[in-house]
């Protein structure tokens, strides 16, 4: 069985620029959810993916959007990237929609300069 | 708002126990969840508390009281490699989970 895996695990982006980030969920689960952890802080929500629709999502502005594919892998993708935006992100995927238990990939480290 | 209070730092040393402390304001609750994340890795998933009472995995428990909006993780039988952050999250809906700022526990020889 296959665990959560993202790409790219660093990235370096400056301050304007768009970036894509991926993940591919644990075999068989067909939900996804993306955080943004600021160093020395818990991860923060974004929004989450079940079965191809966005089905919740937390405090971020629309420049914050993601997809999720047939296979139920999933893209975060931030627009007009600010230096705030400098964060571990994280994915989880779980069984269900249902946010009880998660299981995380080990991050993208974006640092916007 | 929503918000979950930890202790920002537990110290403790090998074999002995350890308790992290949470409490929560929220406006929709569901359940307490754990997680132990090592220096910037995968959150890793402890336990979930849906009801009130103690859970129980391994060296792991975890305790959920609704009506004082509080919970804890117990840590047995300190290992050094339990060293890492906790982080208690409340589920809020059943697809919205909040994090706490987490608590650092490190585990002395």
């Known amino acids: 069985e296959t665990g959560v895996t993202q790409s790219p695990t660093h990235l370096i982006k400056t301050r304007g620029q768009q970036v894509t980030l991926r993940c591919s969920s644990q075999?068989?689960?067909?939900?996804v959810s993306w955080y943004q952890q600021a160093l020395g802080q818990g991860p923060q929500f974004i929004f989450q993916?079940?079965?191809?629709?966005?089905?919740g999502r937390g405090n971020f502005p629309p420049r914050f959007s993601g997809l999720q594919f047939p296979n139920y892998s999933s893209e975060l993708n931030v627009n007009a990237l600010e230096l705030d935006d400098s964060a571990l992100y994280l994915c989880?995927?779980?069984?269900?929609?249902?946010?009880?238990?998660?299981?995380f990939g080990p991050g993208t480290r974006l640092l916007v300069l | 708002g929503q918000s979950l209070e930890q202790p920002s730092e537990v110290t403790a040393v090998e074999g002995a126990i350890v308790q992290i402390n949470c409490t929560y304001q929220?406006?929709?609750?569901?359940?307490l969840s754990w997680y132990q994340q090592h220096d910037g890795g995968a959150p890793t998933f402890l336990s979930y508390?849906?009801?009130?009472g103690l859970e129980e995995t391994g060296r792991f428990s975890s305790f959920l009281s609704r009506s004082d909006s509080y919970g804890y993780l117990l840590l047995q039988e300190l290992q050094m490699k339990d060293s890492a952050s906790y982080f208690c999250a409340a589920l809020i809906s059943t697809n919205k989970l909040i994090f706490g700022t987490g608590t650092l526990l490190a585990v002395q020889p």
């Open positions: 508390n849906g009801l009130d």
């Open positions: 075999s068989g689960h067909n939900t």
């Open positions: 929220t406006s929709g609750f569901y359940g």
């Open positions: 989880a995927s779980s069984l269900t929609s249902s946010q009880e238990t998660q299981y």
């Open positions: 993916y079940y079965r191809e629709e966005e089905n």
